[in-house]
């Protein structure tokens, strides 16, 4: 087998192992970042999700060099799309004006961004990258990682990653089992963590739902309905079986909604949601505004769909064997597939009428044959057991405000002396394998610390992903796009300084004045630590 040395190796070319690279690359050390598809980005690009972001993303509240990545996507279309004067004037294009972000984009997009921003770091060798490549085991002595032998998808070489320091950016942890690192899966009970909203017993099965995604778009007039898929029957009859109660059946447009768990019905009309700037399930998470552009050059809308209706919760691709895991994966893709098709052929229309025959699968969009997303979405990882584990008594607002006597108004989430980072969402969990409806309760602004980011006993493997301290509860507000950029670039920033400071990231967590140094660094570097006063989410 060959060898690769670097000083840092990262596992998984996620979001936060993008940003983990750059972090790492801009301090001077050597990098490797090995990615299991053939596009680096994950929720971004292979995943196809937009990013979910809170209401100041634009001017703070994520690192400097996430807000450098967003100009970037939107100087992108300015320099090689046709847009019109007036989109091209915006100083906040959104190039799909969906409703969920800021800046709905597409995949391909995100990704010759992402791979910009990289480019000048493989140009001089200082970053080795290699996709289509996944970790299959990995060496360990006592306390510490030797190395990690990584796979490739294309011809099955094998080749040996040794390195210093090891990032897991994988989107399901898949270094922790690997290397023998304390990890947690699924719910922990309220006993163990404290937690408002925890359930009374712990569950390591109990995980949110993952989702396969895909592209649309609608051409009036034709019909580009495929044939019936093989699992349709059953999804088209399927209800879910949920506490509390889902609204019916999976396939409609009636939903739980998230936040009072009532049935919530909603609208979906290509025509009328682009025409009259309606709020439905097309404009919800559209990566393509066709009035962004001038006349004729798109005959259509795009849209991505990340819905409930696609939430797949039948099973997990966590704590099972691969054969299980690739079964779940299989049904999730039928359960895309049966949704387009239901979209097709029965959706109701606010006409009378059924289906809309013009709806059709984008597979260039995602970049996969068969129109499905490259991998899917993934909400929650195994986390490591971390030198410190954020709560929901640590950010949730309901909690907070019980146990601090404060109100809505006054209260703000705990302060971290060891805050590398900030970020801010909703605790939002979808319904889980176990049956549990929608946990979408109120968040405050709060801090990434040190030792969330610190395993209880390996001393160089770091996550720089969803897989840090957190719980089930606080992983619903710790997984989104910006906050996962920010895991990352503080690891892969932590990482090179360990090296050049010759020093183990646990000594800085426990030593004040290597604490201090570290934070001065990370600011000076564009990373926000501190919150200025906001109010709860």
Known sequence: MSEITADVAIIGGSVGGCAAALGALRNGVSVVLTERTDWIGGQL???????DEHPWIESHGATRLYREFRTRVRDYYRRNYPLTGEAISRPNLNPGNGNVSRLCAEPRVFLAVLE?????YLSTGQLTLLTETEPCEAATDSDRVLSVTVKSLRDGEETVLIAPYFLDATETGDLLPMTGTEFVTGAESQSETGELHAPSEADPEDQQAFTVCFALDYLEGEDHTGDKPSDYDFWRNYVPQMTPPWPGELLSLT???PLTLEPRPMIFD?????RDRKFGFWTYRRILDRLNFRGGTYRGDICLVNWPQNDYWLGNLIGVSEQEAAEHLKRAQELSFSLVYWLQTEAPRLDGGTGWKGLRLRPDVVGTSHGMAKAPYIREARRIKAEFTVTEAHVGTEQRMAETGKTKEEVKASAFEDSVGVGAYRIDLHPTTKG??????????FQIPLGALIPVRTENLLPACKNLGVTHITNGCYRLHPVEWNIGEAAGTLAAHCLEKSVTPRQILHSPERLRDFQRLVRAQGIETEWPRTHAL
């Open 45 to 51: 690009t292979s995943q196809a999700v937009p990013p």
């Open 116 to 120: 910009e921003m990289l480019q000048p």
């Open 255 to 257: 939903m739980s909604n």
């Open 270 to 274: 290509p025509i009328a949601e682009s």
């Open 436 to 445: 549990k409806n929608y946990l979408d309760v109120s968040c405050l602004p």
